[in-house]
């Protein structure tokens, strides 16, 4: 299973960008997907997740700002970020907990990271 990530770069605040991660190879299912990211220095932190239902969550610090979504279809998972500030500055990694065969057995795979810079 390979995942590609784009979308990242420099942005001013109050600026948006939208991060894409596409899963490819031997995919059965996928459970759930998230984005992380990590500031240096900082330990990674989730900051959005969904489920195969739909169900989403965010960090405290992007709610109403950033936006989850999935394309099922595409194995793709987005990341709208609106309104960004100079504190979302790190490096975006997208995750994904995904079943290769019928059985329950679940893994995770991790993308290779994109960097979002939101200068001031």
């Known amino acids: 299973v390979q995942q590609v990530e784009s979308g990242g770069g420099l942005v001013q605040a109050g600026g948006s960008l939208r991060l894409s991660c596409a899963a490819s190879?031997?995919?059965?299912?996928?459970?759930?997907m998230g984005w992380y990211r990590q500031a240096p220095g900082k330990q990674r932190e989730l900051v959005a997740g969904i489920t195969s239902g739909g169900n989403t969550n965010y960090v405290d610090s992007v709610k109403g700002r950033f936006t989850i979504s999935r394309d099922n279809a595409r194995n793709t998972v987005y990341l709208q970020m609106n309104s960004l500030k100079p504190e979302d500055t790190a490096v975006y990694y997208c995750?994904?907990?995904?079943?290769?065969?019928?059985?329950?057995?679940?893994?995770?795979?991790w993308g290779q990271g994109t960097q979002v810079t939101v200068s001031s």
């Open positions: 995750k994904m907990v995904l079943r290769t065969t019928p059985s329950r057995l679940e893994y995770d795979y």
């Open positions: 190879g031997n995919i059965f299912s996928i459970v759930a």
